[in-house]
């Protein structure tokens, strides 16, 4: 049974020093509760983090997603619903929330999430193109003004 992480809110400013960052294992046992025992430490540690202690970093969002699609094979809804629901649990601080966000948003409306990232990180840097052979470009029309372009 996949679950979502224990409620929490997002804390207002930066209460808390960062004092851990927060590898995929630790993510996929508090969202999967596979292996039980890790499961309930995962759950515990990220329960008792004072707010943004924990460090998410944007590459172990991207691993997250890729093993919940993977191995867990679960849909880009589910992802975005167990990864989005992170962004409210006021222990966890992510390396550039602005972009994981939009990530999110352009991957729900059907990019691939590296895809997704790099048309976010781009939007957040103010750069109108992205350069790939990958041919997203009736997905983004609608959702961005960030174009693609072939090398």
Do not use: W
Not at 7 to 28: S, W
Not at 74 to 81: M, P, R
Not at 101 to 127: C, I, K, N, P, Q
């Amino acid at each position: 049974m996949v679950r979502g992480p224990a409620a929490g809110t997002r804390a207002a400013g930066r209460a808390t020093e960062v004092t851990a960052l927060l590898d995929t294992n630790v993510l996929i046992r508090h969202f999967t509760g596979d292996p039980p025992d890790q499961a309930r430490r995962a759950t515990a540690r990220i329960r008792d983090a004072g707010p943004n202690e924990l460090l998410l970093l944007d590459l172990h969002v991207a691993e997250c997603v890729y093993v919940l699609e993977g191995p867990y094979r679960q849909s880009k809804a589910e992802v975005a619903e167990l990864l989005g629901s992170t962004l409210g649990v006021a222990a966890i601080r992510f390396e550039h929330e602005t972009v994981v966000r939009r990530s999110f948003d352009l991957y729900t409306a059907g990019l691939d999430f590296a895809d997704a990232y790099l048309v976010a990180a781009a939007e957040d840097a103010g750069v109108d193109h992205v350069l790939s052979f990958e041919r997203f470009d009736a997905k983004l029309k609608r959702n961005t003004s960030v174009r693609r372009e072939e090398p």
